[in-house]
């Protein structure tokens, strides 16, 4: 897959948990295969991310939260900038999916908690580009990354248990069921479940 070696590493050094351990501003690149890479975002982006989610506002609005807070290229611009902090504070980082050169999604952290060495992935996919496995490689590489060069313990994943192709992700990579977080997220009028799944390093 190419992920170790397209990827500027932070050695890693025993420490204990509390401290964090790995600078998370370092490059990151990932070309997963010939046709797909990750690159982390920056403002260069903020044009073309904006039309991607206006092109899939209507598909997306049935399970992502925050489409009615992105309604412009300056809304764009603002959640790269937070972003960004979230890369220079060492909290994890959001990717952006290149397939053929097309930006067609996202993925990244939604924090690190490194004091218990985990997080949680949050990813989304242009219409036109879903049902061809580049959700499932991308989640795939960050995974890995996240254990073998973050050396994380511990990465969940949550979705509406409605959303079965949000579901299969966690499931195609091995990820363990955990149950239901009963009404665990606000929907603009209403609530929904969220399937919690969850992986170990140790079961990588």
């Not at 504070?89 to 990244?108: D, F, M, T």
């Not at 795939?140 to 248990?161: G, K, M, N, P, Y």
């Amino acid at each position: 897959m190419g992920l170790r070696s397209s990827l500027r590493k932070a050695a890693f050094q025993p420490a204990p948990p509390s401290v964090r351990i790995v600078d998370m501003a370092a490059e990151f690149h990932c070309r997963i295969n010939d046709e797909l890479e990750l690159r982390l975002l920056d403002q260069r982006h903020a044009q073309s991310l904006f039309e991607l989610v206006d092109a899939n506002r209507e598909s997306f609005r049935r399970w992502m939260a925050w489409l009615d807070r992105t309604r412009s290229v300056a809304d764009v611009n603002s959640s790269i900038d937070a972003s960004l902090r979230q890369v220079a504070e060492n909290n994890g980082y959001r990717a952006g999916i290149w397939s053929r050169g097309i930006l067609c999604g996202v993925i990244g952290h939604h924090g690190i908690d490194w004091t218990n060495r985990s997080t949680s992935l949050g990813y989304w996919l242009d219409a036109a580009h879903q049902g061809k496995g580049i959700m499932t490689e991308s989640c795939r590489a960050i995974v890995d990354h996240d254990f073998t060069e973050l050396q994380l313990h511990r990465i969940v994943i949550r979705c509406a248990t409605e959303n079965r192709r949000s579901r299969a992700i966690p499931e195609r990579l091995g990820f363990s069921f955990e149950g239901v977080a009963r009404e665990a997220e606000w929907l603009y009028d209403h609530f929904v479940d969220l399937a919690v799944y969850s992986k170990l390093r140790s079961d990588a």
